[in-house]
């Protein structure tokens, strides 16, 4: 499914959007099964927090308004969710571009920025949320539930920065991590449109953010975490717990052992 051409650019740039992935009706029933989990289960005051915001957000007004709808692991509510993270051409095109035969699944997350008022993310990496040995070992791929442009706020990528290995973030308890704002710009970024069923995949050390939802359509992502098996986790969401295979048999990895029950054993957390 992917070309050599898209694995040069993938491991170039850093990121790569998969064209239709899912079909109109496999949306249909994620969609609607997704608005039933967001009205039933999901976060509504879910914005990411942080002086950061007043440098996104043009209209001092909606500095404090921005909103998200938040929630992880889908197939926990949906068995079509549950079908969506093994899709083969999924699972099989990113095993590619990671030349690997062995793929876990990691985590599943939402993010839905509601019309006009949805919220931006700072530029950042995904590693200080769930820090892995091996950045370039693990991939987070958005699934696209709506069209997304510039004007619904489309994810934005640093060309090349995932070679620059795990970057320090601001972190503290009033902000997302997030990078300073003065030395990585928004404005040096390339935004990724994209269509309801494409996927947009990038690694883990892929710096990357996005915009105001200034547009009158909701803007919903899926990013569904994957990783090679061996990739040792080193803190974070989803950390100590182990993710089902969607490619390939598990190797045994010294330090990394599963007990009869499921449960890990002895998977140590270093320190980042
Ligand atoms: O949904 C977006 O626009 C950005 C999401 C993001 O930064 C992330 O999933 O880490």
């Not at 949306?27 to 002086?51: C, K, P, Q, V």
């Not at 949320?129 to 987070?140: A, C, I, S, T, W």
């Not at 040792?232 to 598990?250: C, D, E, N, S, T």
Request: net charge negative; glycine share 6%.
């Amino acid at each position: 499914m992917v070309t050599e051409e898209q694995k040069r650019f993938f491991q170039e740039q850093g990121y790569l959007r998969l064209e239709q992935v899912f079909t109109a009706d496999e949306i249909e029933e994620l969609r609607s099964d997704l608005d039933y989990i967001m009205h039933t289960f999901a976060d509504w005051n879910a914005a990411w927090r942080g002086e950061w915001r007043k440098e996104y957000v043009d209209d001092p007004s909606l500095v404090e308004q921005v909103k998200l709808v938040a929630i992880h692991e889908l197939q926990h509510y949906s068995a079509a969710w549950a079908r969506a993270i093994l899709k083969p051409e999924l699972v099989n095109a990113i095993a590619e571009l990671l030349e690997t035969d062995v793929l876990e699944f990691h985590h599943c997350t939402l993010h839905a920025k509601p019309p006009r008022e949805g919220a931006p993310f700072p530029l950042h990496q995904d590693d200080p949320f769930y820090p892995h040995e091996d950045g370039l070992l693990y991939v987070d791929a958005l699934l696209h539930l709506d069209d997304a442009d510039e004007e619904t706020g489309c994810i934005h990528f640093l060309p090349g920065s995932h070679k620059l290995g795990r970057l320090e973030h601001i972190m503290g308890p009033d902000t997302a991590p997030h990078l300073p704002t003065d030395k990585f710009r928004f404005e040096d970024t390339v935004g990724v449109p994209a269509k309801a069923g494409d996927v947009v995949l990038f690694y883990l050390w892929t710096v990357h953010g996005s915009a105001v939802n200034k547009s009158d359509r909701w803007r919903r992502i899926v990013r569904i975490g994957y990783r090679h098996p061996a990739n040792r986790q080193l803190g974070g969401q989803a950390m100590g717990r182990p993710g089902i295979m969607v490619k390939g048999v598990r190797p045994k990895v010294e330090g990394i052992t599963v007990d009869v029950y499921g449960n890990w054993q002895a998977r140590e957390a270093a320190k980042v």
